[in-house]
Structure formats: structure tokens, C-alpha cells
């Protein structure tokens, strides 16, 4: 399995971006798939996740608190893709964004290369 992270770059305080997160290869379900990033000189923290085929039928999200509906999560069968969509954008989401898969089923964990934001006041 390999994560493919994409979409990063450049944008002002209160654009938006769109990140995708490319999986290939086969994950079972149930999983769980997060947005992770990590800005320099801070841990990494999680910006949301998706839980798919667990106990909760379909999927359930959910985001740290700092998103505060800015961000949206999803996830598209067709592309076997992972998209974050990021609104009203602050100079503090400048961070490295990583995507990762944890497949509970086999209990691996894959992750992508990141992808760099910057924000600009």
C-alpha cells in the first residue's frame, strides 16, 4: 500500500486549498484515515479522521479542535482518494500535512510524504 499526499502550497490568510491523498493498493476494512500535520518546531497533531466500516455503519468524522469547521474531510471510492479541504486558512495552518491509513483489520499503519502549506498573513 503507498500514500500519495498532493495539493499543497502557497496561499494568503482566508484562501482555501484542497489536499488529496492518493492510496494504492488494497485496505481492508474496517479503517481509520487521517489528515495529521505538523508545523516546525511543534508535535504533530490530527487534523481529522475518517472511520470507515466500524461500528458505526458508513463513515464517521471527526477534527481537532483548532479546524472549527473550516476543514472537511472525504473520502471518494472511484479514486481511492482522501481529500482535505481547508477554508479560511490562518498563517497558524502553515505545517507539513500528512496523510496516513491504519487498517485495523491487518493492524498496519501507512503513511504519505506530506505535502507543505504555507499560509501568508
Known amino acids: 500500500v503507498q500514500l500519495q499526499a498532493s495539493g499543497g502550497g502557497f496561499v494568503r490568510a482566508g484562501g482555501s486549498l484542497r489536499l488529496s491523498c492518493a492510496v494504492s493498493?488494497?485496505?481492508?476494512?474496517?479503517?481509520?484515515m487521517y489528515w495529521h500535520r505538523q508545523a516546525p518546531g511543534k508535535q504533530r497533531e490530527m487534523v481529522g479522521r475518517i472511520v470507515r466500516g466500524g461500528s458505526t455503519p458508513g463513515e464517521s468524522i471527526d477534527y481537532g479542535d483548532f479546524v472549527q469547521g473550516r476543514f472537511i474531510i472525504s473520502w471518494e471510492n472511484a479514486k481511492n482518494t482522501m481529500y482535505l479541504q481547508m477554508n479560511s486558512l490562518k498563517p497558524e495552518d502553515t505545517a507539513v500535512y500528512y496523510c496516513?491509513?491504519?487498517?485495523?483489520?491487518?493492524?498496519?499503519?501507512?503513511w504519505g510524504q506530506g505535502t507543505l502549506v504555507t499560509v501568508s498573513s
Open positions: 496516513q491509513v491504519h487498517d485495523l483489520r491487518n493492524l498496519r499503519q501507512y
Open positions: 493498493g488494497t485496505i481492508f476494512s474496517p479503517n481509520v
